[in-house]
T-cell receptor, first 112, second 111 residues
Framework: KQEVTQIPAALSVPEGENLVLNCSFT??????LQWFRQDPGKGLTSLLL?????REQTSGRLNASLDKSSGRSTLYIAASQPGDSATYLC???????????FGQGTRLTINP | AAGVIQSPRHLIKEKRETATLKCYPI?????VYWYQQGPGQDPQFLIS???????DKGSIPDRFSAQQFSDYHSELNMSSLELGDSALYFC??????????FGPGTRLTVT
């Protein structure tokens, strides 16, 4: 059974810092991995999708990497801003399934 | 760009009542997914449909059923509601096995 873990559960940093969020998964047989952002009580906004054959994806100040063999992904946020404050969720789509398995998220606070 | 539409956005029901949640996927998307997110929890997969056929099933209670219609919209029917069913229910859609796009969610409160 695929399990996804995110560390840390919460992170608070001053504005302007670069930071890394971690995601690990137990079964390397995945189609893809997606990073989402969720504001309190709101929906999920897709940030980046990395397909299993890819190593990384970039969008603006965000960079996500994938090491499928070790079951790890990182989300790098450069030059953090208060507007980046949200919960960041990592999810994998297991091979042979049509669903996402989510981690518990990292609650990020950027202090002005 | 068109997004996933969910209705209603908020729903209040009493225990033992029934509820129907609707999802309209992004045009041309062929796959619809339903997720449940309890307070302070991560989204849990309920069920998915590809081309109107059930494609995967998660921890969906027997009291819940869902289907995808010929116009690709989907409905989640929930009967004999319990207090523990109070949650955010998300629908997502995709074109094949790629990026899933989530709707804004339906907040269900059972009293």
């Amino acid at each position: 059974k695929q399990e996804v873990t995110q560390i840390p559960a919460a992170l608070s940093v001053p504005e302007g810092e670069n930071l890394v969020l971690n995601c690990s998964f137990t079964d390397s047989a995945i189609y893809n991995l997606q990073w989402f952002r969720q504001d309190p009580g709101k929906g999920l906004t897709s940030l980046l999708l990395i397909q299993s054959s890819q190593r990384e994806q970039t969008s603006g100040r965000l960079n996500a990497s994938l090491d499928k063999s070790s079951g790890r992904s990182t989300l790098y946020i450069a030059a953090s801003q208060p507007g980046d404050s949200a919960t960041y969720l990592c999810a994998v789509e297991p091979q042979g399934a049509q669903k996402l398995v989510f981690g518990q998220g990292t609650r990020l606070t950027i202090n002005p | 760009a068109a997004g996933v539409i969910q209705s209603p956005r908020h729903l209040i029901k009493e225990k033992r009542e029934t509820a129907t949640l609707k999802c309209y996927p992004i045009p041309r998307h062929d796959t619809v997914y339903w997720y449940q997110q309890g307070p302070g929890q991560d989204p849990q997969f309920l069920i998915s449909f590809y081309e109107k056929m059930q494609s995967d099933k998660g921890s969906i209670p027997d009291r819940f059923s869902a289907q995808q219609f010929s116009d690709y919209h989907s409905e989640l029917n929930m009967s004999s509601l319990e207090l523990g069913d109070s949650a955010l229910y998300f629908c997502a859609s995709s074109l094949g096995l790629v990026e899933q796009y989530f709707g804004p969610g339906t907040r269900l409160t059972v009293t």
